[in-house]
C-alpha cells in the first residue's frame, strides 16, 4: 500500500522502470520493489523510528528490543530510564541509518541479516530509483523539522545524508 501511495507504482508504471519503495514507519522498515507498476517482492526490517523515545529530560521512556540492538551496535548498552544525550541519539540514528543501507545491499552482513522480519527482497538488480515514504520519509525529503522525542527525525536525516553520499547505487526520487 505504501509503494502505491508514495506514487512509487505510478512512476514504475510510466516509465516501465524497477522501483524500490522504503517505507519507514515507527518499528520496521517495509520495502516494496516495483516494475511496471505491479509489486515483485516485499521485505521488512526491524529499522524505525519510534524504536526509542526520550522524554524532555533525556531519559529512555520507550525502548523495544530492537532499538536495544541499534544502541548495542553503536556502542551503548541502554536498558529502560537511562539517560542519554544528543550525541549519543545521533550516533544510534547514524547507525541505524547505515543498517538499513546495509540491509539493502547484496553482502549484506550476518547481524543485519537478522533484523529483517521476512526474508529480504530475492533480486534487486535493474532499480531505476528509490522512494522513500512512511513518517520518517518526512524527514529525508525535509518536509518536517519538528522532533516528536523519538528517532524519526534523527534517523531520517541520517538516511537521507547516507542516500546523498552514495550509500546505494540507486538515486533518491521525489514520492
Known sequence: LAAY???ASRVSTETGARILNIDIGGGTTKLALLEGGRVLATAAVH???RLM?????GRI??????????ARRAGFDWKLGDTVDDE???KVA?????T?????????PH???HLYLTDPLPDMSGIAGVMASGGVAEYIYGREARDFGDMGRRLGRAVRRKLDAGALPWPLLPA
Do not use: W
Not at 100 to 108: F, G, K, S
Open 5 to 7: 501511495g508514495s506514487g
Open 47 to 49: 529499522v524505525g523510528g
Open 111 to 113: 547481524d543485519v541479516a
Open 88 to 90: 549519543q541519539l545521533d
Open 94 to 98: 547514524d547507525v541505524m541509518a547505515e
Open 100 to 108: 538499513l543501507m546495509a540491509a539493502l545491499r547484496p553482502d549484506m
Open 53 to 57: 523515545v526520550v522524554d524532555k529530560d
Open 61 to 70: 521512556g520507550r525502548l523495544d528490543p530492537a532499538g536495544r540492538a541499534h
